[in-house]
């Protein structure tokens, strides 16, 4: 072997190991670089959570509202609106949740023979509304749900927020 040999080898060696370096840190970006997108996502599907939360006992009012014979207040009108909006953020969170923890959150949505877009489904087409009112068994057990909901994807946000320091 000749010394240029033995200096183009030596010299590959070092590109090699360079590559490699840069080839690992370019691993550890895309990683990091995946959770960060993820907990961006997890948090913009908590504040519609939270939305939703909000505009919830909205509805409950409105029941109140009209069983007390507020005149101007069309119940079916003011549910179907609200379920419109609850549609909406359920939407957005059912776009904004990861795959990897869909199925959980799919899940939790159908979890004890309740169904949470079937309930909110229910708002838009007026069947939520019984004689009395809303039915506050489903409206407690929507509500439970949400705040399941909520704590599960508080839960996924802290883990991908420890993945990230």
Known sequence: MTMLDIGLTVINVILAIVSG?????????FQKSKNLTIFAQIN???????????KLPEALS??????????????????CDIGQELNTNLTE??????????????????K?????Q???????????VNVEGIDS??????QAKLLEIQDYLKKVA??????LK
């Open 44 to 54: 913009k599907a908590l504040v519609e959570v939270q939305k939703m939360l909000v």
């Open 137 to 142: 068994e489903d409206f407690n057990s929507c």
């Open 112 to 116: 004890n023979g309740f169904n949470l």
């Open 62 to 79: 409105a029941s109140n509202l009209s069983r007390r014979g507020k005149k101007g207040l069309s119940l079916h009108n003011t549910l």
């Open 93 to 110: 969170i059912n776009s904004n949740i990861p795959p990897e923890y869909i199925d959980r959150f799919r899940q939790l949505q159908n």
């Open 118 to 128: 079937t309930y909110i489904n229910s708002y838009i087409s007026g069947d939520a």
């Open 158 to 163: 802290l883990e991908t927020e420890e993945k």
């Open 21 to 29: 370096i840069g080839a690992y840190k370019s691993a550890k970006y």
